[in-house]
């Protein structure tokens, strides 16, 4: 029989993700297929019901829907309900549905690939949408001693920390700031680590803060796929940096197991988003 997972979003017309999937069923020798299942708002709850009817593994939810597809689950995770958003869905055989996030695993396993280690450490996310999120919740579950969130839109950068500080034990130092704040330039300073989680630099154009705050010796991670003037600046600084194409791959990968319970060949999974990437250039 031949399942079937897909990609809920919208829009989802430039993923990588089915090119990701695809190798690693070939390389499992599953007939399965990954699918983009663009979805308006208006029919998320009938994409939903769909999966749950029909004899699908799951489904990956990206951009805008991560959120909202939490209340049409039976089960979710302490991780995504921790960070309030969902971007992996396991249906079962008696078709309930469960949510999960590896994008905080995957964003921590492609951080520790760079040899960074988060315990005692002190970090910088601009952004404070779904990404952030998840960032800022695995650098926090992993002993982060100092954390500011910057956004354009500042009440966000709060929320997200009042939403997050619920979740921990620990209490780590934690500031959000407005991306226009004096404090900006001094706290990104300081880190050791800063993360783009905002879309600037998408465009190949653009750099998510003021190029004289670009830091020379922190490690410098950008989630978007590709490489962007962010990390070119930052590399031709001499800082170390990596994009966001291991998070990807890392993330899927760890879907991809809990789809079918079998190891995720990262190698070739790596290897196909690499291609379909160059692919789209
Ligand atoms: P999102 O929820 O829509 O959040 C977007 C963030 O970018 C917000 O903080 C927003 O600020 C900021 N932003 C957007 N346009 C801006 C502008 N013109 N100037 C300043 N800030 C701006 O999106 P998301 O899901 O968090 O995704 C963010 C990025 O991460 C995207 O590029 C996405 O592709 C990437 N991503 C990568 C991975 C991976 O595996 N590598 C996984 C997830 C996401 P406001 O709050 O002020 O609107």
Redesign the pocket.
Known sequence: MIHSVGLIGDPIGRSLSPAMHNAAFACHGLADRYELWPTAAHALRDRILRLRTMKMRGANVT??H?SAVLSLLDAIDPIAQAVGAVNTIVRRDDGQLGGSNT?VA?FLRALALTGYTPRESSAVVL??????R?VCYGLLASGIESLTVI???PE?AEALLADLLATTAAEPHLLALG?AEPLVPQAIADADLLVN????G?DGSRL?LAPEHVPAHALVVD???RPTPLLRLAAQRGARTQD??E??VQ?GALSFEAWTGLDAPVEIMRAAARQALEEQV
């Open positions: 951009i805008p991560k994008d995957g952004g404070a949408g779904g990404a952030a998840a956004n354009r839109t966000r991306a989680a905002t879309s600037v998408s998510p989630l978007i796929y966001g194409l998070m990807l993330q």
